[in-house]
């Protein structure tokens, strides 16, 4: 342990963890003897950290949150797996994050600058991108993976092995099975596409120009008859050197996914949550 540590006297701390320089250790958490906490990570109280399990410099952790505990599954032997959580994520009340199964690539990652809400669960598996969003109560299935800035909803349940793209937004309480493409929005129970994060977008750099291509490009994709396969080479060919759109491209070409894209559907109303892509509501 860290000389500059601070562990409270009821923490119990096995022989074996890491506390790395800066740490806090409030009363009553619990770290079993493979976890490393690096520089500056702070567990308020309550906290359980298990396994072999890496919390990375200035993350927080608050109370009765459970972190790289067993896999849900009934496969799952204690085989040796792993948990990652990224620097300067914030872990709300109740979160619980468990450590990978045998079934998938061996780790369960969290990336830089999360924020999951209380109550979240990133199931086995997951691998979350950097700045991603979970709010209060989302719920992921096992190896589901969710792409850098995406936000997902409060109380939204997303099914295993789905993968939702970079910058995608979920709606509160919608019910994903299939998978988002990158900056889609998605809305209801089954979520259905029924528009694009644009103000995410701006926020992040995108300009007018860029949007209003990806739009025309959306359209052409999720809106517009034909046949889905020739549409998406009609798109490659029409906008080969926008980024947006070619991003958009290459996850709906990815032979790796495992499950169909999310259907299209009709726009929200905007009381509902529902994306304006002329007026540009959206996160």
């Given at each position: ?12 701390v ?20 493979e976890?490393?906490l ?12 298990d ?46 994050i468990h450590?990978?199964?045998?079934g ?21 598996d997951?691998i ?9 109560n ?68 995108a300009?007018?120009?860029?949007l209003?291509t990806?739009?025309l490009?959306?359209n ?40 169909q ?23």
């Amino acid at each position: 342990m860290d000389p500059t540590a601070s562990i409270a006297p009821n923490a119990a701390v096995a022989e074996g963890a890491v506390i790395g320089p800066g740490c806090r250790i409030g009363p009553f958490c619990s770290l079993g003897p493979e976890v490393v906490l690096e520089a500056d990570v702070e567990l308020v109280s309550h906290v359980v950290v298990d396994g072999a399990t890496r919390i990375s410099a200035g993350t927080k952790v608050l109370s009765f949150a459970a972190i790289g505990t067993p896999p849900q599954d009934l496969k799952y032997k204690n085989e040796p797996t792993r948990c990652e959580v990224g620097p300067k994520c914030l872990i709300r009340e109740g979160v619980t994050i468990h450590r990978a199964s045998v079934g998938g690539g061996g780790v369960t990652r969290v990336g830089a600058g999360c924020m999951l809400m209380a109550q979240a669960h990133v199931a086995h598996d997951c691998i979350l991108g950097d700045g991603v969003i979970l709010a209060n109560n989302v719920m992921l299935g096992g190896h589901v993976q969710v792409g850098d800035g995406a936000f997902i909803g409060g109380g939204a349940a997303v099914h295993q092995t789905v993968r939702i793209g970079r910058l995608a937004m979920v709606s509160g309480l919608a019910g994903v099975t299939n998978d988002i493409p990158p900056f889609g929005y998605v809305f209801g129970l089954p979520a259905r596409l029924v528009g694009f994060n644009k103000i995410g977008l701006l926020r992040r750099g995108a300009s007018r120009d860029q949007l209003r291509t990806l739009r025309l490009a959306n359209n052409l994709l999720f809106r517009d008859p034909g046949e889905f396969a020739a549409k998406v080479d009609q798109a490659a060919t029409r906008w080969p050197d926008e980024a947006l759109v070619q991003e958009v491209i290459g996850f709906v070409r990815d032979m790796t996914r495992r499950r169909q894209l999310v259907r299209p559907g009709r726009m929200a109303a905007p009381e509902l949550g529902g994306v304006d892509e002329e007026n540009g509501e959206g996160a």
